[in-house]
């Protein structure tokens, strides 16, 4: 989604960001590695904000 590459863009080299959906649960896992706990927290609340609105609106995030 748009909101992980703003992530990776504003993290750059300073932290990596991990999605992907479990083998065995119906959940997204959403991992996000930074400098400082705000920006992980910041970031990974983005991310989770735009998959849900993204299944609101009946897009499947799994399809690029």
Known sequence: SSAMGEARLALGTNGRIL???SGTEPILRIL????SAEDVRR???HIEDSAKMEVALGVDPRVS
């Not at 996000?32 to 400098?35: I, L």
């Open 19 to 21: 999605v992907r959906y």
């Open 32 to 35: 996000v590695e930074a400098r």
């Open 43 to 45: 970031w990974a609340d």
